[in-house]
């Protein structure tokens, strides 16, 4: 199923208040596999949950929260926010009865992804995650894996990518619609965007044979993406971040480049000296 609806924006949350900002079911996006919300904690809400049929892992954005499951705890954070240090996420498979306790005020991404493989909780600390430098010149962008291809996971595959002010993302325009490994797999993929100034605001581009959408994307916006090439640029100024969220048939991140394009990956200039804009721990 296609979706046809590519841009979502978070509801405001007042500070110190419990309540989802997102909630965006499969049904809601139009397509079969993902399902991404951001939730809000005050200092103490408790939060309980159990997904028989979905795997998900909390990525924390903001503040710090206890989890616990079947006996075990673990204090996942802190972190201010996500531009000041690595991530902290933990791995639930489905069928996995939890229990989260905010410690202090704090925003988590709560990416899912339909499940019913029996597989082991897991903590993900910020020295657990990967780093790369990619691209170069106004091109370059630092990625930071959290559950990667490897991770002993069923469909869910989630990185953080951080952009400088006046950067192209994403980039060259490249796309994962098709199921022809190892070329390319299909997956379905949400963006969701933060900036280092709230004011920021950036452009997402989709686009194919059918279509062409430009987008305007600001503090706490989704883009879901099913088909179609989509670079992202943001702008003068603003630094940039984005939550990738991804789900396929395969535990794959190939993608095919836009042939017009594909030839800027084999001639990088030197990267962007700004970068890494968040250090690894």
Known sequence: MKTSRLLYRSARV???RTAAALNLTPDALGWDRIHFAVRHLAAGAVWTGLSRDEERCLVLLRGEFEVSWSGASHRIGPRADVFSAYPHAVYLPAGTRFRVAAGAACEIADARARSTKALAPRVIRPDDCGCEIRGGGNATRQIVDIVRPAFPADRLLICEVFTPGGNWSSYPPHKHDVDDPPREVDLEEIYY????????????????????????????DVVAVRDGYHPFVTAYGYDAYYLNVLAGTRRSMAASDDPLYAHFRHGWPPPDPRLPLVRRP
């Open 14 to 16: 007042p500070q110190g």
């Open 193 to 220: 965007f933060r900036y280092r100034d709230p004011n920021g605001y950036g452009f997402h581009r989709l686009y194919d044979a059918r279509r062409d959408d430009t987008l305007r994307v600001t503090h706490g």
